[in-house]
């Protein structure tokens, strides 16, 4: 599973599509640098379609979900689990940020309500802080929601993606590090990128 977030040009969405990713990202965060204000056109039927939140409103969500056509949400501010049952059925994925181990078990008191976790890097900034953290921390997760890998994935890392094994990780989260500026993502990089990791 591939998703790659953070996207809101059309012309730059279709090329990614075209590679084959899973889920492009859209987010609607205004404090960030890749805040999308303004629905892309012709998003191609292929992708999956999700909206990335920052503690807004329930009712901001369900517009977005309604104007943009969205698959799934992905939450990653300090939403409440009751905030997540709010938007049930609704595919929902809860983002964490991860430093240590301890950072996992805030996890608990979304399984059964989120169907996916994303863990990012602990930094300083909500998302997109093109830094890793230790990924040998995930060993340690023990809970039964699938979830992303994410937090600073460069073109240069096929080879340890590959090497991490984790029997819930499902996929990768690609983005600030793929950029050539902030949400406008090279398409050669990660053309070569998803080869490679379909060569190793």
């Known amino acids: ?9 059309s012309q730059n969405i279709r090329e ?3 590679l084959g990713v899973d889920w492009i990202g859209m987010i609607f965060w205004p404090r960030s640098k890749r805040y999308v204000s303004a629905p892309p056109t ?9 909206g990335v939140f920052v503690d807004a409103s329930i009712e901001e969500v369900k517009q977005h979900i309604s104007d943009y056509r969205l698959d799934l949400v992905q939450l990653h501010g300090l939403e409440s689990p009751a905030y997540v049952r709010a ?25 059964g309500l989120a169907d996916y976790f ?26 039964h929601t699938p979830f992303l890998l994410s937090g600073g994935i460069g073109p240069e890392d096929a080879a340890s993606v590959k090497a ?22 090279d398409i050669t990089k990660v053309k070569l990128f998803l080869e490679q990791l379909n060569t190793l």
């Open 1 to 9: 599973m591939i998703k790659v977030c953070g996207l809101r040009d």
């Open 118 to 143: 994303l863990f990012d890097t602990k930094g300083k900034n909500v998302g997109g802080n093109g830094e890793k953290f230790d990924w040998s921390v995930l060993y340690h997760y023990q809970g």
């Open 16 to 18: 990614i599509a075209r």
């Open 42 to 50: 012709e998003i191609p039927d292929n992708v999956r379609r999700v």
């Open 87 to 111: 938007l049930k059925p609704f595919p929902i994925i809860k983002a964490f940020n991860i430093g240590t181990a301890e950072d996992l078990c805030q996890t608990k008191a979304y399984e």
């Open 164 to 185: 991490f094994h984790h029997p819930k990780c499902i996929g990768i989260d690609l983005n600030s590090r793929f950029e050539t500026e902030p949400a406008l993502k």
